[in-house]
């Protein structure tokens, strides 16, 4: 039998590696699996979160209005103007609180701000003051 501590061959011993592996690899594959769906559902439901105007949106002038609402302030997590962004583009609840939405748009933000047609956009709200601009004029 195999021990997660040593690895120690005995009579079964590469029936037991064989078993391992296979079974390694069906976990990795469930685990896909599940992240897939996961991660379909929460775009399914950033685009129809009762509610909300997001379905109005783009999903590049969501991510643009994300990338204002984090540069008009020094701690935007606790700002108003935040919270605003991020209710209309459908990632937090009524509440002000993020939903099931939020990591999924947060982890595909990451992705856009990687792309390099995004510096453009960020010489445009290069100062809180553009930042705050621009969310102004593109939220409502």
């Known amino acids: 039998m195999l021990s997660l501590r040593k690895c120690e061959k005995t009579e079964s011993g590469t029936f037991d590696r064989l078993v391992t592996a296979k079974l390694a690899i069906a976990l990795v594959f469930t685990a896909l699996t599940l992240c897939a769906c996961s991660v379909r559902a929460g775009a399914d439901h950033l ?23 984090l540069a008009a302030s020094d701690s935007p997590l606790d700002a ?5 962004v991020c209710q209309k583009i ?4 009524e509440d002000g609180n993020p939903n099931a939405s939020y990591m999924t748009f947060v982890q595909e933000h990451v992705q856009w701000g990687m792309r390099s047609e995004t510096n453009e956009f960020r010489s445009q709200i290069n100062t809180k003051e553009k930042a705050q601009e621009y969310v102004k004029k593109h939220l409502h």
């Open 47 to 69: 685009a129809t979160t009762p509610g909300s105007t997001s379905g109005s949106l783009s999903l590049e002038e969501k991510h643009r209005l994300y990338s204002a609402a």
């Open 90 to 93: 459908g990632i937090f609840d």
């Open 80 to 84: 108003a103007l935040f919270k605003d």
